[in-house]
């Protein structure tokens, strides 16, 4: 669904099928959009098209403090810490009914003298609760067989704020809240009354049968909820990778369209009330995620329920045709992955199997391991890795290297000259030394020609016919290895060709380019331009460049 999707080049223009898969050693209806080429069924082809996109992540540092920032996780260490050396504890290791007023003051949640309220006594139950299932405390029994807590191991360096401990004990929590998320209070009111019935149903054994059933509906019932909660993280996790800085709150009836709506579609009627029952589920479920920090949110303002609802009691319509400002949009809920967030579903996606990069993982060795590990990932956002790589690097050195590592002529090198003039853009005009010294260079003198002219140099020799040439088919074959196959986006490209009103000339030029993808360039003109004459001249010049290899 996210990230970016291409045919893979394989490492030389010379390598069988086999080892490396070629514009030329595919048919036509392959390269242009199918998955034959890699080997793939259509039962392969959903899991195919699923990449995650890379993200980028405060250091565990940052984020284990972000994670002992949150109230219920200090809480929970607060109420391990106030354990020691022992405290009693109950036959289910729950706080004496003593105690529970004294832990509520100590997390602030009432007064220091005075009444305490009942919610605040609740709160401190279930931060006590979390310390348990952490294991922040430990439950034991005595020799006199009392029943007491006690600080755990981790209790320590969580303190002391280990970014291991604190994360893997952070990462915990989550999951525990992840999955008390979807228990009853997240199910239709009618099944959740069907359960209680079939609960009740127990006590006879003519009820046997029903409380099976209506079991069985809550169950059917809960995994659906958990699939849904699952869905909406991961369609928030890639939204926010995408997201620009300061941008990536998503209002609920957004995150709601994207689950529900099939790609490319209005939404209908029927598919607007399913949005509004899609918000209606979520609510719940990520306001009980962000007490953890995973992400922060607005809730919908149960006002609207009141305003809405009909007179005759019918669901309210949280999702309509009529326009909303920005204020009376949010009342319908907004939700902000936190990187905590990020990091944590990132986490669950690794141990589900996806491949979850994280941006600048390519960009730790020299030019030419950066540019192949580009070249070679499906799950990349180039620019980013070249952005880390030139981050620190002094401008004209870095740029030699890049310029460098982009000769070649194996099938990558199309891609990685036009890496590199991307790297060029990014690190600008202190370049340029660097790129002055290539101009008479075969591969990349016609690249560094239009890349200073770019920058207004004026100065600039024009390249030679055979060098203009040369560049045209190799900046298309980057192109082409680059687009995936996508027919719409190459046909732009190819209109951008200088053909002349002369095509066969043009032609008749272009196939006797000396360049591994100059047959593989041809026939995508001839396969996708849209004038017949221009396309008809490119298929000729092509068979005639393969006939000359």
Known sequence: MAGRRRKNAGASAEESAAEAVLPADLELQDLYGAFAAHGLDDEDLDDAAVLVPPVKLPTEEELAAQAKAVPM????????????????????????????TPAARLLGL?????????????????????????????IGTTAAGEHVAVPGPDLEPAEQGDPDTVLELWLTAAGIVRELAVEADSLPEEEAEAG?????????????????????????????????????????????AFAEPGNETVPLGVLAALLVVPEGEEPSEELLGDITDVMVALDPMLGDLAELGLLEYRPIDPELFDEEEGAEGEEPALVGEAPLDEEESARFGLVRLTPLGQYGIRQWLLEDGYDAPLVGEL?????????RAVCESANVLPEEELRVWITDREPVAAARELL?????????????????????????TPAEPAVRDVLDDPELGGAARAWLTSLGATDVPVPERAMALWTVVDTFAAQLLDSGGDAGLLRELIADLPVTGNPASYFGELWRVDHPYTADVLEAVGELHLDRAVAKEARKAAFKARSKN
């Open 110 to 138: 009432a007064p220091v003298e005075g009444e305490v309220p009942e919610d605040a006594e609740i709160e401190a139950m279930r931060a006590w609760s979390l310390a348990c299932d952490l294991d922040l405390v430990e």
């Open 363 to 371: 960009a730790q060795g020299d030019a030419a391991e950066l540019l």
């Open 196 to 240: 209680a019935e079939a609960t009740t149903a127990t006590a006879t054994a003519a009820g046997a049968e029903e409380d099976e059933d209506g079991l069985n509906e809550v169950e059917e019932a809960r995994d659906a909820a958990a699939e849904l909660l699952d869905e909406a993280l991961q369609v928030l996790y890639e939204t926010t």
């Open 73 to 100: 996780f200090g809480y929970a260490l607060a109420l391990a810490r106030w354990a020691a050396p022992h405290r009693a504890v109950d036959e289910f290791g729950d706080l004496v009914d003593e105690d529970r």
């Open 404 to 428: 460098a590592a982009a000769r070649g002529e194996d099938a990558y090198a199309p891609m990685r000259r036009m890496l590199t003039v991307s790297a060029l853009d990014l690190l600008g």
